[in-house]
């Protein structure tokens, strides 16, 4: 009988803590590291040749919205490709639980408009098994997978089960309300919930075109609900705001971390334009993180969610969105099967004319803030570049051959066959600015939004591109330092003690990176969801292989098949263990 079940030989250890990385062998046994040493005598049932590689924990990535296809997919590609092991879903105050019969397409039409999931996908892919929010929790545990997930208790459903309409018409919640809303969520709680989350940004509309059930929900709500929570389980409260009263805002998470110890964390993005109706300072990130520092100075642990590239949106035919894609005369021709027809009517000069002469017909809020922002949208390349130079912007080439930006766009998503995108960045593209968030002490790498606007947004892999980006490359971080963010500091903020570390007793989520080869693919799109449904996903190469609980998963991009993932109920506890020898 083997002394292991996986020995990894001769990697550098990047144990995710932020120290200095060293070579030595690590051996895993029964899900958990067993022993990492410059040379581990004792036989394996599977040895693996680290030279040359970094050797790694597992990502975590704590900002995804995996809710639907985590009940429906047992492999959560694009991030378990990508080399991540662990997922929060229930983000920004979506999801699907508590829920009752009559109320799913009310949550569907939501989750379909908030996250563009395609409604269709999630109507032939969810069964339905669960109305209480600990009950959708026992239906993700009995669902195999290949990756950890946890679950925020999202504010919108919560909303809606208690107020019914009330709550989708978004009427102030009466204090017998708030009090069968908070009986639930110490419910939740109990049955393992990380935390709770909530919505207050217009960004997020329903698929019908209303505002989600949570904008505008009064402060008291909010503090009522939050005042949940508890520190000594590790709970987080995260929310999306417009920040329109940023002190007012930021004070929700202040007082219900003063109050509960439970900690707070929010979207953190810079916008260089901010949208009407949003706070309109460009500066209002360098004073978000004054706030933090001020409330850490206070001993309370609210942290931003940043991300180390722009939100970005995918604009073109095979995507969800152009800026043609609603107006009247192009759905025409998009209701034609055959691509070949479709493609010759919208080449045809009067076609082309009649579209560009008429408007989108209530478009997603997306294409109603940057439909004419052409010195925003970029020809995407390949592969990818997450970073574009001003003057490669459509506003830019359409200058260069004097043509009227719109006219020049519509010709180029024409090209290669109807394949062509853009790349918009939805927020700031400044090196500086992603910088300072990524150095910055109190904040959380995250914000990649796998599971949600699969037809447009591929940002998943956001993790891998801050170790080719700003730690190969730019050397903003060194190595130690960028795993740590993407592992230890994630895992450690939502109290996953027993994971994000490479040390002995740690759960054996690892990675094996070839960091010279780490290369993002450009985005592709697959026909895979339920309901005949498309998206997109992303691959790379450098990542060997992915483990979760001493199990390989992926190994050179493909998966084995393997699915030992599980699902994470509340905190989880460090086990007792001494340093690696």
Known sequence: MADFDVLIRAGQIVDGTGAAPFIADLAIRNGRIAQIAPRIAGTATQEIDAKGKAVTPGFVDVHTHYDGQATWDSHLAPSSNLGTTTVVLGNCGVGFAP????????????????????????????????????????????????IDVAAF????????????????????????????????????????????????????????????????????????????????????????SDWVDADAEFGILRDVSAKTGAKGTFTLVALDKPPAGMNPDPNLWREQLERLETAQAQGLDIRGQ????????LLGHPATMSPFYKRPTYMQAAAIADKAQRLAMLRDPAIKAQILSEKNDRPHVFIELFEH????????????????????????????????????????????????????????????VIAEFLKHPHTISALGDGGAHVGSICDSSANLFLLTRWVRDEKLLDLAQGIRRITHDPASFFSMNDRGVLAPGMKADINILDIDKLMLKTPRKVEDLPG??????????????????????????????????????????????????
């Open 99 to 146: 829920c009752r019969k009559s109320d799913r397409d009310v949550l569907v039409q939501l989750m379909e408009g908030v996250e563009e999931i395609p409604g269709s996908a999630l109507a032939a892919g969810i069964r339905w098994n669960w109305e209480s929010f600990p009950e959708f929790l026992d239906a993700l545990e009995s669902k195999p997978r290949d």
């Open 153 to 240: 208790l999202p504010h919108a459903p919560l909303r809606v089960y208690v107020m019914g309409q009330r709550g989708v018409d978004r009427e102030d919640a009466t204090p017998a309300d708030i009090e069968a809303m908070q009986k639930l969520v110490r419910e939740a709680m109990d049955a393992g919930a990380v935390g709770f989350s909530s919505s207050r940004t217009m960004l997020h509309r329903s698929s019908s075109g209303e505002s989600v059930p949570t904008m505008g929900a009064d402060v008291k709500e909010l503090k009522a609900l939050g005042g949940c929570l508890s520190g000594e389980q590790g709970h987080v409260m995260q929310f999306i």
């Open 306 to 313: 940043v991300i180390s590239r722009p939100i970005g949106v």
């Open 373 to 432: 922002a052409f010195d925003q949208m970029y020809p995407m390349e390949e592969p990818i570049n997450y970073l574009p130079n001003s003057d490669d912007s459509v506003a830019a080439c359409a200058r260069r051959e004097g043509r009227e930006p719109m006219e020049w766009l519509y010709d180029f998503l024409l090209g290669n066959e109807g394949r062509n995108l853009l790349y918009t960045p939805l927020t700031s593209k400044s090196g500086r």
């Open 532 to 581: 005949g449904g498309s998206r997109f996903i992303q691959d790379c190469e450098g990542i060997e292989a992915t483990f979760v609980a001493g199990e390989m998963i992926y190994r050179n991009g493909v998966p084995t098949g393997t699915l030992p993932g599980k699902l994470v109920r509340g905190l989880q506890a460090a086990p007792a263990r001494g340093p690696a020898s």
